[in-house]
């Protein structure tokens, strides 16, 4: 009955613009499931197949989930992955307009029901490109209210290294301005652990 709750394809041509993200793991975005004779989608391991926004039946019942622990008093929500949210063709499959439509709606619901809800955004990508999930600036933001910045992340330990504030302050200073409702979350590890992927082969060194 969950069937249509993910991506199917009889083949694996489809979406070939998006990145593998976990290249040591994964050859492909589509794995094949021989009990349905398709293959399905994910961008990361194999074992997590992507949900199919495109149904309507996936976002309710993903805004019945949220609801669902906000009753039980969560006080907010890690968003994770939120770039990677539906795919098409003939794009990266990354940022697409309908993940912040879809974003959008989330944060329309969960105002009107949890007021002092927290939203914020996991996007392992550059500021310019993870700003547009706080959403609209003119009305304060209407999508995260936060948002990892995943950058700062391995230039405080540069900078602790080099005993210099710079790592910081210049990827701050590029760093583009967010609404007014909205912030940066700045953090020293997560789960993903030290990631050195923004960083140069120089600065790696330290």
Not at 120 to 134: G, R
Not at 138 to 165: K, L, N, Q, W, Y
């Amino acid at each position: 009955p969950y069937g249509d709750y993910y991506v199917w394809a009889d083949d694996d041509t489809q979406y070939a613009d998006a990145r593998i993200i976990f290249v040591d793991t994964e050859a492909s975005n589509w794995t094949y499931d021989p009990v349905r004779g398709q293959y399905y989608w994910h961008r990361f391991f194999s074992h997590q197949p992507d949900l199919n926004y495109e149904n309507p039946a996936v976002q309710e019942e993903m805004l019945a989930a949220l609801k669902f622990w906000l009753d039980l008093g969560v006080d907010g929500y890690r968003l994770d992955a939120v770039p990677y949210l539906y795919a098409e063709e003939g794009t990266n499959c990354e940022n697409l307009p309908a993940s912040h439509a879809f974003l959008k709606r989330v944060r329309r619901e969960i105002d009107a029901l949890y007021p002092d809800t927290v939203l914020l955004a996991e996007a392992n990508q550059w500021p310019e490109d993870v700003v547009d999930y706080f959403g609209d600036y003119s009305t304060g933001g209407d999508e995260c209210h936060m948002a990892f910045h995943f950058p700062v992340m391995p230039r405080i330990f540069m900078a602790v290294r080099r005993e210099s504030r710079y790592p910081v302050s210049e990827i701050l200073a590029k760093t583009p301005a967010i609404p007014s409702g909205c912030q940066w979350g700045i953090f020293l590890r997560n789960h993903d652990e030290l990631t050195l992927e923004m960083v140069t082969d120089e600065e790696r060194d330290y």
